[in-house]
């Protein structure tokens, strides 16, 4: 068997690939074999990260315990998010920032969870605890994940402690943050080059919500209308992704990181449930979320609530 691997979530976003990459090379730096993998290829954005720090994107696996019995799960818990045969490995540890959903382990293990904007925010705190240096193509790198997940300091998941890392890492970095920031934010809303497919598996996710399966995918982009000039192909490619894997409901949340709001695209049961979390009505499918941008304190949480009722 091979070391033990270190992985983020399905889909991943920028937090889930750097968070493998810079908590590997801490874990590397106190003696354990690890290796930071992905489930997935990185998107625009993060690979405007890795390019601008000079760092290889790491090696996409499919499942896991074909070479290694041990795993650390990053920026996610929640099995459905996880590799393919989470169940068939030894989870060592957690570090992460959502919601505990869906997890067991059979075994004690390491878990850090912290409601901050960023698990590289959490990241950057074992370094100071450890007193291990950050070099900075790693410090880069985590900035890069605060900037993402925070969308520049302007979600609202964003705390104090995400600024103040945020600051540290950019010195480490040698970048101006506002400057690097938003280059790196326009890089991953180029969406129109993307297949319908590819526009929903951008950033999307499972959660089981009472007794339904919905899918929750997000994209960035800095004009919402380019996405919903689309609506009638993306609509047809969220039914069939239901139909397909067995989702009750895909929602959609086209986000403009200029104005912080966005717009949900409902397709499939329970549209009503989207209605109730959000106090809107759905016209053609759509609704307006105005001061709307996070997925994980601002629409989870009250579909949560609503599915629950």
Do not use: W
């Amino acid at each position: 068997m091979s070391n033990i691997l270190i992985f983020g979530h399905q889909n991943p976003d920028t937090d889930a690939i750097t968070s493998a990459i810079s908590y590997a090379y801490l874990n590397q730096k106190l003696g354990l074999e690890v290796e930071a993998v992905a489930l997935g290829a990185p998107n625009e954005e993060t690979e405007y990260a890795l390019a601008h720090f000079e760092t290889d994107a790491p090696r996409v696996i499919k499942n896991a315990a074909a070479e290694t019995q041990e795993v650390i799960l990053v920026d996610h818990n929640e099995f459905q998010q996880s590799v393919s045969d989470i169940r068939d490995v030894t989870v060592l540890a957690v570090v992460d920032h959502h919601r505990i959903a869906n997890f067991e382990t059979a075994d004690p293990l390491y878990y850090r969870a912290e409601p901050v904007g960023c698990t590289n925010t959490i990241i950057y705190k074992l370094y100071q605890e450890k007193g291990i240096e950050i070099p900075k193509k790693i410090a880069g790198l985590m900035l890069s994940a605060i900037i993402s997940d925070t969308l520049l300091f302007k979600s609202p998941t964003c705390t104090d402690e995400d600024v103040k890392a945020a600051k540290e890492l950019a010195k480490l970095a040698d970048v101006d943050t506002e400057k690097y920031g938003l280059e790196m934010l326009k890089a991953g809303t180029k969406l129109s080059n993307k297949t319908a497919d590819e526009l929903l598996d951008t950033d999307a996710k499972s959660f089981p919500l009472g007794d339904k399966n919905v899918r929750i995918g997000q994209v960035n982009t800095v004009d919402v209308g380019e996405v919903i000039e689309r609506q009638t192909e993306l609509e047809a490619a969220m039914a069939e992704q239901n139909s397909k894997n067995g989702y009750d409901l895909f929602l959609l949340v086209i986000t403009n990181i200029l104005s912080s709001d966005s717009v949900a695209l409902a397709v499939g049961d329970s549209k009503d449930k989207v209605e109730a979390a959000f106090n809107t009505k759905l016209e053609n499918n759509t609704a307006f979320l105005k001061g709307v941008v996070s997925r994980k304190k601002q629409i989870v949480p009250p579909l949560t609530e609503a599915f629950n009722k």
